[in-house]
């Protein structure tokens, strides 16, 4: 699948981007993973993200389970990329859509804080982000990303100089371009 650069907009020092394609074919130092709890892949953007990475990545994921048990949603814990064009993946998971809206979007909001955070802790210089929560766990397109922008936006960064939306379908495409404006 072709990727192509749609919006690009200088957020303090960092630079954010929407691209719609495959997450796994884009070349950054960190690519997020929108994990469930168990971290050992499922459907959607983790389990491409699994398959590209190779059993490296399971098997790091594996680790960290044997070692600290289940990620908790809004949590984030990095692996090796494995055969993905990236250094590491970073694993959060999402908060299953139930109507409590502030529940909900507090949860998503610590997903991209604390994946930014551990990041930057990581010296990463490139991030790409998938559109979190929005496919099988069904929070509102619109609602997430809002609050993925304005969680990129406010974050901070000496290290951190371009974050990348890679949004799988028009509907996303169409909501995060809109916000960046």
């Not at 884009?26 to 983790?46: F, M, Q, R, T």
């Not at 594996?62 to 990329?81: D, F, H, M, S």
């Not at 998938?130 to 997430?144: D, H, M, Q, W």
Request: aromatic residues 6%.
């Amino acid at each position: 699948m072709k990727t192509e650069t749609k919006n690009t907009i200088n957020s303090n020092i960092m630079q954010i981007e929407i691209i719609k394609g495959d997450i796994t074919k884009i070349e950054v130092d960190a690519i997020v993973n929108a994990a469930n709890s168990s971290l050992l892949g499922g459907g959607g953007v983790d389990g491409a993200i699994h398959r590209a990475g190779g059993k490296q990545v399971l098997e790091a994921c594996i680790e960290i389970r044997n070692r600290q048990g289940k990620c908790k949603t809004g949590e984030a814990i990095a692996t090796t990329a494995g055969n993905l064009p990236a250094k590491f993946v970073i694993h959060t998971v999402g908060p299953i859509w139930n109507n409590n809206e502030e529940k909900c979007s507090k949860l998503l909001a610590d997903c991209y804080k604390n994946s930014l955070k551990l990041a930057e802790s990581l010296e990463v210089k490139t991030i790409s982000f998938p559109n979190i929560s929005t496919g099988v766990y069904r929070f509102p397109k619109e609602l997430a990303g809002k609050i993925a922008m304005d969680e990129v936006k406010k974050f901070h960064s000496e290290r951190l100089k371009k974050v990348i939306f890679v949004c799988f379908d028009d509907e996303n495409e169409e909501i995060y371009t809109r916000l960046l404006e």
